[in-house]
């Protein structure tokens, strides 16, 4: 079975001899999908890269024994976890890439591999990763369309730079922590509707984009046109790139969001609000419209102290004619 998918003859890692060291084996032989390895895969030890993808394998532990594995593709298949990668730390020590699309994990577990950059978990059934402690090497998860309502758990990642955790039902960003290098943050297709306040607000100091498309972030009231969940992506000091889109908000505000996102976050160093380019024509007219509107402001506050003090003067006359 397994010698009909080899491929790629190269020289072994230790310069002795020569052997296969590609298997491609998707949608298994002639169509029959494959749903068991048994120990097939451990006569070939110096395979390094698998396509096992659109079969119905339902456990992946087999493949800890190909030592020098550096790309494994189970894509649609019927695996259920990855504990195999938790339960065989000295294990799989080459691993880069781990594509599990569309499969029946149900958590996201340890993935301790030193060498393991990308692990693809979208379409899962993954509700949950409080049990997670991290992927010291990981530098993209992606984990979109899953059952996740919270971010908890995903965390203790000090290389990762990019996530994806889009068309989830995921309510808050509180939960991340410990990723000083993310860069990239998609979280398109959830249910927030609020960014924490500074005291909860994650610390991401690399951060630099974030989608949250289709959302639920509104402005503060039906008869209030400002919005004041925006003014919070202040904490996101390297913030540069925004897009709201589908957003109540952001709908509403129309062609003015992105004037709006600069009058609050003036001080960030902004490239493209809702994929549209930010200019320097922009930001200058964002600095001259806050301006107008903190002197508008202090003139309506000058106007309506003067009446105050006018209805005093006024009460006070009053009350002494009447004496």
Known sequence: ?????????????????????????????????????????????????????????????????????????????????????????????????????????????????????????????????????GGKALKVLELRNNRLVSLAGISHMPCLEELYVANNKITSLVGLEDLPSLKVLHIRGNQISEIPDEADLPNLPALKYINLRENKIDKDGPEIDKCSQIAKFAGFKALSKLNMQGNPYSDAAD?????????????????????????????????????????????????????AAEAAANKQDEAENDD
């Open 255 to 307: 062609d003015g969001f992105k004037r709006e996102v600069l009058i609050a976050l003036d001080t960030l160093p902004w490239e493209f609000v809702n994929k549209d380019e930010v200019t320097e024509e922009d930001r200058t007219e964002a600095k001259q419209e806050k301006a107008d509107r903190i002197k508008a402001a202090e003139e309506k506050a000058e106007e309506d102290r003067l009446a």
């Open 1 to 133: 079975m397994i010698s009909k998918g080899l491929s790629e003859v190269k020289r072994t890692a230790d310069g002795s001899s020569y052997a296969f060291t590609a298997l491609n084996l998707e949608n298994g032989l002639q169509g029959d999908k494959i749903d068991d390895l048994a120990v097939a895969l451990r006569n070939f030890l110096h395979i390094r890269t698998v396509n096992f993808s659109k079969n119905n394998l339902f456990m992946a532990d087999e493949f800890v024994h190909l030592p020098y594995l550096q790309e494994l593709n189970l894509a649609q298949n019927k695996v259920r976890d990855i504990r195999f990668l938790k339960e065989n730390r000295e294990s799989l020590c080459y691993l880069k890439s781990l594509n599990c699309d569309q499969n029946e994990v149900r958590e996201l577990t340890d993935i301790p591999q030193m060498r393991l950059t990308h692990v693809n978990l979208n379409r899962n059934k993954i509700t949950t990763c409080a049990e997670f402690n």
